[in-house]
Each structure stands twice: as structure tokens, then as C-alpha cells.
């Protein structure tokens, strides 16, 4: 009340990449659910990762923020999404209050964008094996899922599920949503046959990859033995 153009709390948003989005969408039940755990595990991650660097700027303070987690955007295309609020008024030592300034926000932002990068590469590794991404593109994308169907599934309006206007009731429900999302890219030629292929080309990727460092681990132990005891 004392400065009314204070702001009163900061959103924090982190979306997963629309090709991981659409994976999530058109992967078989138990792949999709696997898709969301990894995405919750990074989610965890970023939200911790965020918590400390507040905290290393107001020492004892205690900050009050709410995470939400979901797999579709608001007007219901696939939309793997982390936001989070942060009350803009902190508490130190129970006495002082304090709050961030955008600039320090700006800092904060820049700091956990790689961080969530990093943390949803190994989780979704971890999860559905081995992917490669496109180079060049300012949006992490993994090579296999056509760029024109995600053109069309988040460019396209026609594609929408919930154009403005509709109310909360309208809304289709989480089974309804996968099926009008599988049927939908079925129509476009890649839907989830194809999907399951490139997930099985993802788990093989990430057999290999493993076999490799296992045996070039021996390798690298044999020869630092031979080395010691020529």
C-alpha cells in the first residue's frame, strides 16, 4: 500500500520443448507418464536451483512461492509447462522484509535457463533413452519429430482445442485430450506408430551409448595398468 507500483509477485514459467511436448502426447500411456516424471524431476530441480540463489540473496530470509505443473497449454494444444509465483516480499531474520528487484530476477532468470536445460536432458534421457537435438535452433529440438507437425499442432490455429471464449466446462478432459491429439497427428501422417518407432531408435541410441562408455572405461583401466606394471 506504501508504494502501489511495487510488484507484488513474479511468475516464473519453463516450457518443455514442443517436440518433447508432442512425444509426450503421442507416446504410448506408460512412455507419456515416464515423459511427465522426468519433466517433474527437472521441474524439482530448476525450483530448488531457484530457491538457493534468492536465498543467497537475502540470507535468512523466507521466501513463499507455489509451483504448477501441466501437459497442456491454456488453449489445450500439448504443452509440457512449469510455473511458478513468487510472493515479491520476503522476510529476514523475522524483523526485516525486503524485496527482489527486476534486474535481479533478470539475473536469477539467466542463471537456471541452463539449468533447466541440463536437468530435463538427463532426466528424459534417464527416462526414454538417447536423443540428438537440432542444431541452430534457438529451441531445443529433437531430431525425429517432423518440424511440420509442429508447425501445424502450434502454429496452426485450426489446431487449438479451446479457442477464447469457451468456458472451464467445455474443456476436454485428459483422456479426451490424447485422443484428439493422437487422432489429429494420425491425420498428419506421424502419430503414435511412428512415435513408438522413434522412442524404441531412442532407447537403442542409449544401449550403445552406454556399452561404449563401459568399454572404453576398461580400456582406459587397462591401459593405466599396463602403464604401471609394463
Known amino acids: 500500500a506504501d508504494n502501489p507500483s511495487r510488484v507484488v509477485a513474479w511468475q516464473v514459467t519453463f516450457n ?14 506408460r512412455t507419456s507418464n515416464k515423459i511427465m516424471e522426468a519433466y517433474l524431476e527437472a521441474g524439482k ?25 501441466s501437459g497442456a ?20 531474520d523475522g524483523h526485516s522484509m525486503r524485496t527482489f528487484t527486476g534486474e535481479e530476477m533478470d539475473r536469477i532468470r539467466d542463471y537456471l535457463v541452463p539449468v533447466y536445460s541440463g536437468a530435463l536432458n538427463y532426466f528424459v534421457w534417464e527416462a526414454i533413452g538417447s536423443f540428438n537435438l537440432l ?14 507437425l509442429i508447425q501445424r499442432f502450434f502454429y496452426d490455429p485450426r489446431f487449438n482445442r479451446r479457442p477464447p471464449g469457451v468456458s472451464h466446462s467445455e474443456l476436454l478432459r485428459n483422456h479426451e485430450l490424447f485422443t484428439r491429439w493422437r487422432a489429429q497427428a494420425e491425420g498428419l501422417g ?11 531408435k531412442m532407447k537403442l541410441l542409449r544401449c550403445w551409448a552406454e556399452v561404449k562408455f563401459e568399454y572404453d572405461s576398461s580400456v582406459r583401466w587397462l591401459a593405466k595398468a599396463f602403464a604401471r606394471h609394463p
Open 135 to 148: 542444431p541452430g535452433v534457438h529451441e531445443q529440438h529433437i531430431m525425429g519429430v517432423p518440424q511440420e
Open 16 to 29: 518443455g520443448s514442443k517436440s518433447l511436448s508432442l512425444l509426450y502426447a503421442l507416446a504410448p500411456q
Open 45 to 69: 530441480t530448476v525450483m530448488n536451483s531457484m530457491a538457493q540463489a534468492l536465498m543467497a540473496l537475502a540470507p535468512g530470509g523466507c521466501l513463499i512461492f507455489a509451483a504448477f505443473t
Open 190 to 200: 506421424w502419430g503414435p506408430k511412428q512415435a513408438r518407432a522413434l522412442l524404441r
Open 73 to 92: 497449454s491454456w488453449d489445450q494444444s500439448p504443452q509440457l509447462q512449469t510455473t511458478a509465483f513468487l510472493l515479491n516480499y520476503i522476510s529476514q
